[in-house]
């Protein structure tokens, strides 16, 4: 969808939104530019800072042109996703949806098992720093598991370029979004599905990305952590593997079948487009 159909319930956020900013007279915790996010990370979480997924810009993409590129991942700078943004800074998220219950996955390649939670809980008890020692499937990550409905004013604010519905459509099936917050050192061990994208809208994230046919090595049930630590360097040994840091901005497009993997850099919170 090119052009937001603004609901009922997003100007109710939207009214918050300027409501808030408006009435702030004391400096906020943190700074504007991070959301209130601890967007801190540890180094080791970059290193060694290689990207070699081309990026594009969102200024004159046609979707002819967006077409001819997805045969690999690419990164596409530019979203200006400002509503969306500053609808998802942590302050606002616990004003309107604290008390909201969220279901949380198990941070595993199968992500099968679950738990409910309020959003304010989650914040503040499940999001710390990854922890080296802890199994996949005992990490528990918003992300996915949305109730459309709860979420709907959020997902309202989100707008899509026309070259995301231009792919649904040529795939022939309705794409899904899917809203996630993730501490830092956090995220999904590899797995494969769909084509999608992926916009970070608060802090960033790293993806590892193994083109079709190929698999790379790791354990499902093991973190992207421990994986970074014990065999990221055979990753780099598979033919046209694929790595980056997104950062606020930019959205990755992921192709069908590439096996991939993602490292939360910081807090992150993000927005994915299923299709």
Not at 4 to 26: C, D, G, N, V
Not at 46 to 57: H, N
Not at 162 to 176: D, K
Not at 200 to 212: H, I, M, Y
Request: charged letters at 20%; glycine letters at 6%; aromatic letters at 12%.
């Amino acid at each position: 969808r090119s052009a937001m159909a603004i609901q009922p319930t997003t100007l109710f956020l939207l009214a918050h939104i300027l409501l808030a900013a408006s009435m702030s007279t004391s400096a906020p915790p943190k700074t504007e530019e991070d959301g209130g996010w601890d967007i801190s990370y540890d180094l080791f979480l970059t290193e060694p800072e290689i990207c070699d997924i081309r990026r594009v810009s969102t200024d004159g993409l046609t979707v002819d042109a967006f077409r001819k590129l997805t045969s690999e991942p690419i990164i596409v700078e530019g979203t200006r996703n400002h509503i969306c943004k500053h609808a998802t800074s942590r302050s606002m998220l616990l004003k309107l949806y604290g008390d909201n219950n969220i279901t949380m996955s198990s941070a595993n390649t199968y992500s099968h098992e679950t738990r409910s939670t309020t959003l304010s809980d989650y914040i503040s008890s499940f999001m710390k720093s990854q922890q080296l020692d802890a199994p996949a499937n005992e990490t528990w990550y918003f992300f996915g598991d949305n109730n459309r409905s709860g979420w709907k004013a959020i997902f309202d604010t989100y707008s899509r370029p026309l070259y995301y519905t231009e792919h649904e459509q040529l795939m022939g099936s309705e794409s899904t979004l899917s809203f996630g917050i993730g501490a830092s050192g956090s995220g999904v061990p590899f797995h494969l599905h769909g084509p999608g994208f992926s916009e970070v809208l608060w802090g960033r994230k790293r993806w590892f990305l193994v083109p079709v046919g190929l698999t790379p090595r790791f354990e499902p049930d093991e973190t992207t952590l421990t994986w970074l630590r014990t065999s990221y360097e055979s990753f780099r040994r598979i033919p046209g593997a694929r790595e980056c840091v997104i950062k606020p901005g930019e959205a990755l497009f992921f192709p069908t079948n590439w096996y991939h993997a993602t490292l939360n850099v910081g807090e992150s919170v993000f927005m994915s487009t299923f299709v």
